[in-house]
């Protein structure tokens, strides 16, 4: 089970989560995914 907030917040929640679903069955997405969400971490962590 997932929830979504409202605007753009909830619509990138909902693209991740729907990722993840593909990433479970297609090793490319899950590399995207996976490269994605380091880039992530690494923004974060330098802020």
Not at 4 to 30: E, N
Request: charged residues 30%; without cysteine.
């Amino acid at each position: 089970m997932a929830t979504m907030a409202i605007g753009v917040a909830g619509a990138q929640d909902a693209v991740l989560t729907a990722a993840a679903s593909f990433a479970a069955r297609d090793r490319d997405v899950a590399e995207q995914l996976d490269r994605y969400r380091q880039r992530l971490r690494e923004k974060v962590e330098a802020t």
